[in-house]
């Protein structure tokens, strides 16, 4: 990041979420980064946040949504914010896969069931995201 800073160039900014102890991890690991960087925790959302992060992007895309559907959505991730990523990119495909201009409660059923589905065959919610990556790439290896 001091390099970055002398060249001129953008900042650099980590962003790291993860399983319950990772904060004395790394407070025990000294890493300077840590050491020196700015936490800002990240909670739960509300019903209001999670529909307003789940809309707001289909607006931008010029894609509308039924009610029920980004309240289906909401309820799903249950305020967090890595389930409200994972449900939405799921209900996303469901509508491109469909053709429809606008999100319907039906297509959120079916990216729910889809993403219940994957978390099933993969077990715990850390194996779901890590499951794409090439072995290679995974943590530990």
Same mark, same amino acid.
């Given at each position: 990041?001091?390099?970055?800073?002398?060249?001129?160039? @953008?900042? !650099?900014?980590? !962003?790291?979420?993860?399983?319950?102890?990772?904060? #004395?991890?790394? @407070?025990?690991?000294?890493?300077?980064?840590?050491?020196?960087?700015?936490?800002?925790?990240?909670?739960?959302?509300?019903? #209001?946040?999670?529909?307003?992060?789940?809309?707001?992007?289909?607006?931008?895309?010029?894609?509308?949504?039924?009610?029920?559907?980004?309240?289906?959505?909401?309820?799903?991730?249950?305020?967090?914010?890595?389930?409200?990523?994972?449900?939405?990119?799921?209900?996303?495909?469901?509508?491109?896969?469909? @053709?429809? =201009?606008?999100?319907?409660?039906?297509?959120?059923?079916?990216?729910?069931?889809?993403?219940?589905?994957?978390?099933?065959?993969? =077990?715990?919610?850390?194996?779901?995201?890590?499951?794409?990556?090439?072995?290679?790439?995974?943590?530990?290896?």
């Amino acid at each position: 990041m001091q390099c970055n800073a002398r060249a001129g160039l @953008d900042p !650099v900014g980590i !962003v790291l979420g993860g399983t319950p102890g990772l904060v #004395d991890t790394l @407070d025990a690991s000294n890493a300077t980064f840590w050491i020196r960087g700015l936490r800002l925790p990240v909670s739960l959302l509300s019903n #209001d946040e999670a529909h307003s992060v789940l809309a707001h992007p289909l607006a931008q895309a010029g894609v509308t949504a039924e009610e029920s559907a980004l309240a289906a959505l909401a309820q799903a991730a249950a305020g967090y914010p890595f389930f409200l990523q994972l449900y939405g990119e799921a209900a996303w495909n469901a509508l491109r896969q469909s @053709d429809a =201009g606008a999100l319907s409660t039906e297509q959120v059923e079916v990216a729910i069931k889809a993403v219940e589905s994957r978390r099933k065959k993969t =077990g715990p919610w850390h194996s779901y995201v890590m499951s794409p990556l090439p072995s290679a790439m995974r943590a530990g290896r």
